[in-house]
């Protein structure tokens, strides 16, 4: 066979069922055989959506999704889906094209260092140079790609190369078991909790991957330690649990904060140093801290954690579960008091029968209609805070939220992905109408693909998040916003139902009713996000720890 054949044997080796991508003049030799191949290729229309849907694929599944893109401007096109898998610890494999490297017809015609280029936002970057490297190569891209911490790896195939023939064969995938912690961590760890009197847990990106649920589920239940999830943390334990204080969604400042300025020890699980972190240490601070993670901490002045218990998340959480024993001293008593005080909160700023609607209350619409276990994939803008703040999640990714690139333009893809990993699952994309331009073509894609998708776009004509922030540092509103086209017409355009809404009540009647239709719907909302100030900067000023 040549190398492209051997490329998609290994691809096919590792598991692979869908690769994702716009091919060039240079992919044609790998286009070719992935035509022969049982894994299915997906074109797209541009090759940040095929690299966004290739990373959910690795956040959805913990295997690597694979990526497609053809030299130069393809190759660029993919840096930030790239840096969308990286930041965000989904493993995604990143496959280019080049020209020919050992007799290039074309002198330096698109011809850029894609090598070097991918680096800075990959773990690996590589270029295949003989059709006999292929195997080893798609063995160690997929390795490191899973490895924690999870990410995007980059492999270049030559076109010249491609053709190569070689007699290789894939090689066998081994599974690697991750270290479990040592005892004496353990042991201290659990001493350290035994012997406070205010423990708490946050749960961070990292505990959002690798089988956590159940063991941080079943530590909770049983020690009724109270605990608070970052915005990736969201949904390891379902919110709807009685210890579930809050999210934090916010930096600082908001009344979760309360809690963690009151605990005495926080046991940190699955610590990110990519997220905004929940809480800020200080060398004069009489907490503690218990780092739990798949590594060490990276230290600084922020963050130097008392105790660092390092393996497999899981298995350290079932270990500490089973040593621990229940201390009569523990006090949650505050820790109740704040859960039962913001969860009174939250229903109190929603205000029902307002239009243009507000943030509040398309959360509010979207949890009554989605069940525990369907996906809402959020975009990125405004709307993501009060989702991350209010949005009660149930179960593990059923709340699709990037806190790390934090890149607009990446919600459709990441809805279209959880549609096809999962088919039985109601999907639902939250954008922005500013994110949802960025890549506002892949609708096509959604539509060849036959998906069932519910698309609301949050209409302000802006960009609402950087208004907030230009609006709080005192400065002019100024530079940041745009005109729309009619979406309900944009969306007949591509062929799929659109839907403006145009007064109060409107949205919860037909989202209960397309969210059980198929195709794609496309309902465009006009949202007001006013009370951006007055609840998440003014009121947060002035409230009181004290309750």
């Known amino acids: 066979m040549n190398a492209a054949e051997l490329m998609v044997k290994s691809l096919e080796n590792e598991g692979v069922q869908y690769v ?9 030799a790998l286009l070719q055989a992935l035509s022969h191949s049982t894994i299915k290729f997906i074109v797209t229309r541009h090759e940040q959506t095929a690299g966004f849907m290739a990373a959910t694929v690795g956040r959805l599944t913990g295997s690597p999704g694979v990526c497609l893109t053809t030299l130069g401007p393809g190759a660029t096109n993919a840096i930030t889906s790239s840096a969308f898998g990286l930041l965000g610890g989904m493993p995604v494999v990143f496959i280019t094209g080049q020209k020919p490297i050992k007799k290039n017809k074309q002198g330096h ?3 850029i260092d894609t090598v070097e280029l991918f680096k800075p936002v990959t773990k690996f ?5 003989n059709a006999n490297s292929v195997a080893a190569s798609v063995r160690e891209a997929f390795r490191l790609a899973r ?24 090689f066998p995938v081994t599974q690697v078991r991750r270290p479990v912690a040592e005892d004496k961590a353990l042991n201290l760890a659990v001493k350290m909790i035994e012997k406070a009197k205010f423990p708490l847990i946050i749960i961070g990106a990292g505990g959002n991957r690798k089988r956590t649920s159940k063991s941080l589920t079943e530590f909770i239940n049983k020690t009724r330690i109270p605990f608070i999830p970052t915005q990736i943390g969201k949904g390891v334990v379902d919110e709807r649990n009685p210890y579930y204080l809050g999210t934090a969604a916010l930096s600082d400042n908001d009344y979760v904060h309360c809690a963690l300025n009151k605990a005495d020890l926080v046991i940190n699980v ?50 500490l579960n089973s040593k621990i024993k229940i201390q009569p001293h523990w006090d949650f008593s505050y820790f109740m008091k704040l859960r039962n005080y913001l969860k009174n909160n939250l229903k109190s700023i929603v205000k029902d029968g307002r239009y243009p609607y507000t943030p509040q209350q398309v959360v509010k619409t979207v949890r009554g209609v989605m069940k525990d276990d369907d996906i809402v994939a959020l975009d990125n803008g405004m709307f993501k805070i009060w989702f991350a703040r209010s949005y009660e999640t149930r179960c593990p990714n059923s709340l699709l939220l990037d806190n790390a690139l934090a890149t607009m333009g990446a919600g459709l893809s990441s809805a279209m992905t959880a549609k096809i990993i999962f088919p039985q699952k109601k999907v639902l994309c939250v954008s922005g109408d500013g994110g949802f331009m960025m890549n506002s073509q892949d609708l096509e894609t959604a539509k060849r693909l036959g998906l069932d998708l519910v698309i609301l776009i949050l209409e302000d004509n802006g960009y609402g998040m950087i208004k907030w922030k230009q609006k709080a540092a005192g400065l002019d509103d100024f530079g940041l916003d745009f005109n729309n086209p009619d979406f309900e017409k944009y969306a007949k355009a591509y062929g799929v139902k659109g839907y403006k809404i145009s007064r109060s009540g409107q949205l919860e009647k037909l989202l209960k009713k397309v969210i059980n239709q198929k195709g794609i719907h496309l309902i465009s909302v006009p949202i007001d996000y006013q009370d951006n100030q007055k609840i998440l900067v003014d009121e947060l000023k002035k409230k009181t720890c004290l309750l």
Not at 125 to 129: D, E, G
Not at 281 to 301: C, E, G, P, Q, T
């Open 109 to 111: 015609f698109q011809i």
């Open 20 to 28: 994702f991508g716009v091919p060039g003049e240079e992919n044609l």
């Open 270 to 319: 699955g610590h990110d140093i990519i997220e905004k972190p929940p809480f800020l240490m200080k060398r004069s601070d009489s907490r503690k801290v218990i780092h739990i993670n798949f590594f060490s901490a990276a230290m600084d002045n922020i963050y130097f954690p008392q105790l660092e218990v390092v393996g497999d998340i899981a298995t350290t959480i079932e270990e």
């Open 147 to 170: 490895e924690e911490r999870p990410g995007s790896v980059h492999l270049e195939l030559p076109e010249d190369v491609a053709d190569e023939e070689t007699n290789g064969s894939p």
């Open 125 to 129: 970057s590589k270029q295949i140079v």
